[in-house]
């Protein structure tokens, strides 16, 4: 393997070039070399300018983030990038692929940038609850104005070259080859007699406006970023950038860089990190397995979730055919998907022309044999078994030999479905979340009999179709739903208990959930789960109270959202207190003997969340799942847990085991013990000072 950093000679100028695959990474490696680099060039009095490049797909993408466990090796970033830019001559940094980080900010401490065409640049530390700590809160200010800085960092969303010269961040944007347009750059700079240009030496841009937009930022992070520490630190270090002399700057951007980098918010978003690249990873599964070719898509059911997981895979370039009995079902989900096309072409996000050429991608059909030369087909209609079963004996006879047979079932036993077929080795469950066109997780369910190329093969299309696939095994509601049900039951009993849907949804919602429980089973509809939990006799028999609010509004049409009517009302799309649902539900409570009283947000979340944390350690002990950083990436992308807590698995070990195992046998004596059961492993992670990252790492050993 070649050096890591190194350097060319064209005429009079140098060309330093960072090659570190995948992605040029800004590892100890890559800073003790452009350390090397440009501290020998600076002894070099034939040298007039230095272009800064990277080979590959991308300029540097970022930091490693493993230091932010392990500690930064010398030299610092912060050493590194003083040295480029106190160079005698100017340096020009020659930007392609995707700039992150600490690729943006090396790019700042050059003097000038070229960019290619397709270039994007961004600094999205938040992501990871931290700040641009090696120069980019005081630097950017510098270069473009100071409220589109603070957007830039609190969105994390990159700017594309063509938007960043126009800001100023980039001085040139390149058609060709970005280097040869930096270098011939860097020629017109020489000719000209420009020499260096300091970022830090220049002023902050728009300091007269600074209070003012710092006001409105920390309003907008008081709203949209609640719970959340980063934010308001990261306003902090913009602010000394405008207040104080830049070296002064620094040392407020180092010291709450550092106080970020070991909170907890921080070390949950690096968790879920690294947890979503780990969900690849399948203990047993042999390397050599290739999966299965996939170019064609067959979707039984138009509904919502069929019509969704249709544009998912229109919008990767794959051709899909749906099927369902009703011309009329067809139609509407035809008009549907072009309206939410349509919606992407409003905002600017698709063009009309990308959308017909989607459109174009769907068709549709009302016999089965339409999806006969289909590679996948996936059935997604409603949660009903014996439907689901005729569905897949027609699968089994009209299906291609070697087709994959997917059921986007969410709760029901995929054993069960395969073995109608007489091929349930290509039986999988692939449980996309609505919308499906949009929501980040797909739950890949590992039936008994699922070959090993097909479990492959589905995890490869989650990643074709942008999704965020983790494979469970099969088992009611598998990862996702057999964790949120005593979640919900616990919201249901503190309704009959004497506690309103809002302040059951509000403590919730605090607590960063992105929609409290209640208002979720109105939006997907009361009925859903209500009809589930009947079909399966999935209830305490002996317990009257066991989601009797659901059963009781079900009973009444007041179905959610669809019918304006459920926990809530919805006024002009908007929910509001529905005093009679609280009155009809409490009396209830007191009907059936449930002890009235009115628990405190705080009892709600830890009723609620413990309940979840304790199942989940069920679902790791029968091996539903294989990590608990799997159920954490569940919960983050499908759930609306909220990230800066990491998912219930993190969030539990943050709070301790112990106090969450003590808090259950507390709610074993004052509540129905025949929920409140602690988990044996919760149990023998609390007494012995343990917890569930512990415990994952020790079954990976």
């Known amino acids: 393997m070649g050096e890591v950093v190194s350097t060319g000679l064209s005429d009079d100028i140098a060309v330093v070039r960072v090659d570190k695959p ?45 230091e932010f466990d392990t500690g930064i090796d010398e030299p610092g970033y912060h050493e590194v990038f003083r040295l480029i830019e106190d160079s005698p001559v100017p340096v020009i940094a020659a930007v392609h692929g995707t700039a992150l980080g600490a690729g943006t900010e090396v790019a700042l401490a050059c003097h000038y940038r070229v960019a290619a065409e397709r270039a994007s640049l961004g600094l999205p530390e938040l992501s990871l609850g931290i700040i641009p700590g090696a120069g980019g809160t005081q630097r950017m200010p510098r270069v ?126 690096r968790h879920l990190f690294f947890a979503e690249r780990e969900v690849r990873k399948i203990p047993s599964l042999p390397p050599s397995v290739t999966p299965r070719p996939i170019d064609r898509i067959g979707i039984i059911g138009a509904g919502t979730m069929g019509g969704g997981i249709a544009m998912a895979f229109a919008n990767a370039g794959l051709p899909v055919t749906m099927v369902d009995t009703k011309q009329e079902a067809l139609d509407r989900a035809r008009a549907t998907i072009r309206k939410n096309y349509e919606r992407s072409v409003s905002r600017g996000s698709l063009t009309a022309d990308q959308m017909e050429a989607r459109m174009k991608l769907i068709t549709l059909a009302l016999d089965y044999t339409a999806v006969s030369t289909a590679d996948l087909i996936i059935e997604a209609v409603f949660e009903n078994m014996d439907l689901k079963k005729k569905i897949f004996v027609k699968l089994d006879q009209i299906a291609k030999p070697g087709a994959i047979l997917g059921t986007n079932t969410s709760t029901l036993d995929i054993d069960a479905i395969a073995a109608v077929t007489k091929r349930p080795q290509d039986v999988i469950g692939l ?15 590992q039936a008994k009999k699922t070959a090993d190329d097909v479990l492959v093969t589905a995890l490869e299309i989650a990643k074709k179709v942008r999704k965020v696939g983790v494979v469970a095994h099969v088992c009611y509601g598998f990862i996702g739903n057999r964790m949120m049900d005593p979640y919900a039951r616990e919201a249901e009993h503190c309704v009959l ?115 979840m944390i304790n199942e989940g350690a069920r679902v790791l002990e029968e091996g539903i799942a294989f990590r608990a950083s799997d159920i954490d990436v569940v919960y983050t992308s499908g759930y609306g847990f909220p990230r800066y807590r990491g998912g219930p698995m993190f969030y539990a070990d943050s709070v301790g085991p112990k106090k969450i195992y003590d808090r259950i046998l507390e709610f074993q004596r004052s509540l129905d013990s025949q929920y409140w059961q602690p988990a044996p492993l919760l149990e023998k992670l609390a007494k012995a000072g343990s917890s569930f990252g512990q415990w994952q790492a020790e079954q990976t050993r």
């Open 144 to 269: 473009i104005p100071f409220e589109a800085a603070a957007e830039m960092m609190l969105s994390g969303r990159p700017l594309p070259a063509i938007q960043a010269k126009e800001l100023g961040l980039v001085d040139e944007v390149a058609q060709g080859d970005v280097t040869e347009a930096a270098m011939a750059f860097a020629k017109k700079l020489v000719a000209a007699g420009n020499g260096p240009r300091k970022t830090r030496e220049r002023p902050v841009i728009g300091a007269e406006k600074v209070a003012e937009t710092l006001r409105s930022k920390r309003a907008q992070v008081a709203k949209t970023m609640r719970n959340r520490l980063s934010p308001i630190k990261l306003l902090e270090a913009l602010q000394a950038a405008a207040e104080k002399p830049f070296d002064e700057g620094l040392e407020v951007e180092k010291a709450v860089s550092a106080s970020l980098q070991q909170a907890t918010e921080s070390r949950a978003l």
């Open 497 to 611: 208990e004497g506690a309103t849907p809002e302040e059951v949804d509000s403590a919730l919602e605090d607590f960063g959930m992105a929609m409290g429980i209640l208002a979720v089973f109105d939006m997907a509809g009361v009925d859903i789960g209500h009809l589930t939990r009947v079909a399966l006799g999935n209830a305490f028999h002996n317990d009257p109270t066991f989601y009797r609010p659901s059963a009781m509004l079900t009973e009444r049409g007041w179905l959610g959202q669809k019918v304006g009517r459920g926990y809530y009302r919805y006024e002009g799309g908007k929910r509001v207190v529905d005093q009679e649902v609280i009155t009809l539900l409490h009396a209830e409570g007191r009907r059936l003997g449930v002890p009235q009283r009115k628990p405190s947000a705080e009892e709600i979340r830890e009723r609620c969340l413990y309940a």
């Open 22 to 66: 995948p992605v040029n990474a800004m590892d100890q490696s890559v800073r003790a070399g452009l350390k090397r680099a440009f501290s020998e060039l600076r002894a070099n009095p034939d040298i007039k300018a230095i272009v800064l490049a990277c080979a590959g797909r991308t300029f540097i993408a970022g930091a490693d983030i493993k």
């Open 431 to 445: 449980h996309f979340f609505s919308p499906a066109n949009v929501m980040r997780l797909l739950e890949i369910v």
